[in-house]
């Protein structure tokens, strides 16, 4: 034997907590986004923290069910 020990890499489960907060956080920005005067940046804006927020509802949804 060599003396090197096996390396086992532990995957941390996601903090659900922080997917929660980074959902509002998203939704907050989206209201803010939302306000004011419609340009190309804004709609960008809006769009981006849209599909932001999407994708962590989703995440969310799998691992509240497991």
Same mark, same amino acid.
């Given at each position: 034997?060599?003396?090197?020990?096996?390396?086992?890499? #532990? #995957?941390?489960?996601?903090? $659900?907590?922080? $997917?929660? /907060?980074? $959902?509002?956080?998203?939704? /907050?920005?989206?209201?803010?986004?939302?306000?004011?005067?419609?340009?190309?940046?804004?709609?960008?804006?809006?769009?981006?923290? @849209?599909?932001?927020?999407?994708?962590?509802?989703?995440?969310? !949804?799998?691992? @509240? !069910?497991?």
């Amino acid at each position: 034997m060599s003396g090197k020990k096996d390396k086992v890499e #532990v #995957v941390p489960r996601p903090d $659900i907590n922080a $997917i929660e /907060a980074d $959902i509002a956080y998203f939704e /907050a920005r989206l209201s803010f986004a939302r306000r004011g005067e419609d340009n190309a940046y804004k709609r960008a804006q809006r769009r981006a923290y @849209q599909a932001l927020s999407d994708s962590l509802s989703a995440s969310l !949804k799998k691992l @509240q !069910k497991s």
